[in-house]
């Protein structure tokens, strides 16, 4: 008699769509990395090309001169649509595309290795760098002329590589703790519906062999429980049976039971960065009180024989100098803009703080932080909208007539409305309290909602 032998086979792993989506990102990693270096030689012309190039003549196009396509390009097309990209498909633009990531990553691998100090991962860094980015690109107008974009991503991206190189082995340091634009991209990934998820049981469970993965952020990836920091990279898919590329609801991370990273720096950053600097950035520029302040301002200093102020000599690096664009700034102008914009993102910061507080503590049960992550749509789809003003500028000048740009931006703005009121509503209205403190927590939540829509109500439709 033949013995019979039982061979135990393993059941195959039921994958789905997108669990295989995320399998090919981490088999095809060079393909990715291919497209990276692709994007990086591109970012280096549009930043670095432009800066050799005279100044845009009258009548110019983005067809017909460079400049003004690396512009349109760059701040009308690009920055718009990476921040699309985060609310939709969480931050593959960082882990995928990001040249400076890249950059920085590279940097890493052949550096110095040294360990990441103290002072470099305060959380804070994100929201100063964000702020302070945003304010100094008014004030050199970087939209606009190519120097000041060189001298501010220029700037940002030899910093990436200076981090990379002194800190970290085969990491994106920078990313993780310094890059400006990271705390915002890490708000609004919180609502993505697409995510790397980890099952921290089939994590525990897994008995195989399963291969070093280089997480580049510095994620604890077996506990990793907010899409805030993964840069969707792909590069842990599959990892030992228990990580793999899911959707989701979009308002499961902030509607989740315990607050999931909903840190002071990040309720910080969306409340006086994105709600309050970056809409007071979007508006000076338009705004009749802007006028009236610097009218004010320059009738004081001449009344006062004090000329100093009304002098255009600063360097082009400091304020907006270009005479052959007849576009220069006084002294007065950079004053009055830091003015504007601090005193804007004070009261409409102030303004949500306070409510968002108040809300939190008529409620009962529930952390102001966490509360404040409702309004994560509201301000990521202002930011989209104020960048994409570059798009409407640019079309414009082409001759593209816009007449459905007011109902588009009235549609937006009203999702954006209505997704952080629900939201806002969903958390204040489980909470444990007399229906009446409920009603009254509401009332609170909406106010700086109503603040932040009648801001962009006067700069879209009434300026
Ligand atoms: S956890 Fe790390 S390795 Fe995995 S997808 Fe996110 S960034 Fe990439």
């Not at 060079?30 to 003549?57: D, E, K, N, S, T």
């Not at 920085?104 to 040294?114: D, I, M, N, R, Y």
């Not at 960065?273 to 338009?286: E, I, R």
């Not at 009738?299 to 005479?323: C, G, M, R």
Request: charged letters at 10%.
């Amino acid at each position: 008699m033949i013995p019979i032998q039982v061979v135990r086979v393993a059941p195959p792993r039921k994958t789905h769509l997108l669990q295989r989506l995320g399998d090919a990102m981490r088999r095809h990693a060079r393909l990715i990395r291919a497209l990276q270096w692709m994007v990086v030689l591109f970012y280096l012309a549009l930043v670095v090309l432009p800066v050799f190039l005279p100044l845009p003549p009258q009548g110019a196009s983005v067809l017909n001169n460079l400049t003004l396509f690396a512009q349109f390009l760059f701040w009308g097309i690009w920055w718009p649509f990476v921040i699309l990209s985060v609310f939709l498909l969480g931050r593959v633009w960082c882990g995928v595309l990001c040249p400076e990531g890249a950059l920085s990553e590279l940097a890493s691998k052949h550096g110095l290795g040294k360990a990441i100090p103290r002072w470099l991962r305060w959380s804070g860094w994100p929201t100063v760098a964000f702020i302070l980015t945003t304010v100094y690109g008014q004030l050199v107008s970087v939209y606009e002329y190519p120097q000041a974009a060189l001298l501010i991503l220029g700037g940002s991206t030899v910093a990436a590589i200076i981090v990379g190189y002194v800190y970290g082995k085969n990491k994106r340091v920078w990313c993780r703790y310094l890059c400006p634009v990271s705390g915002v991209f890490g708000l609004l990934a919180k609502v993505a519906p697409l995510h790397f998820a980890v099952d921290e049981s089939a994590w525990r469970e897994f008995s195989g062999h399963a291969a070093r993965v280089n997480c580049a952020p510095l994620i604890d990836m077996r506990h990793m429980s907010s899409a805030s920091k993964c840069h969707s990279c792909g590069r842990c898919s599959g990892h030992r049976d228990a990580i793999a590329l899911e959707a989701r609801w979009p308002n499961q991370e902030i509607l989740a039971a315990t607050p999931r990273d909903a840190s002071t720096p990040d309720a910080i950053l969306l409340i006086y960065g994105m709600l309050g600097v970056a809409m007071a950035a979007f508006q000076w520029s338009a705004s009749p009180w802007f006028v009236a302040l610097k009218a004010l301002a320059a009738d004081w200093l001449i009344a006062h024989d004090s000329f100093v102020l009304l002098q255009d000599n600063a360097p082009w690096w400091l304020l907006t100098h270009y005479p052959a664009a007849a576009d220069v700034f006084t002294w007065l102008d950079g004053l009055c803009i830091l003015a504007y914009i601090g005193t804007m993102a004070l009261i409409l910061g102030s303004l949500t703080l306070v409510c968002m507080r108040g809300a939190a503590r008529l409620a009962g049960d529930i952390d102001w932080r966490h509360l404040t992550m409702a309004l994560i749509p509201l301000a990521g789809l202002g930011v989209f909208l104020g960048l994409s003003m570059m798009t409407t500028t640019h079309l414009r000048a082409e001759g593209v007539t816009l007449d459905w740009l007011g109902p588009v931006r009235t549609f937006l703005l009203s999702i954006a409305l209505g997704w952080s009121g629900w939201l806002g509503w969903r958390l204040l209205w489980r909470q444990q309290v007399h229906r009446l403190a409920s009603l009254a927590a509401c009332a609170l939540y909406c106010m700086p909602l109503l603040a932040v829509w009648a801001c962009w109500y006067l700069l879209f439709f009434v300026w």
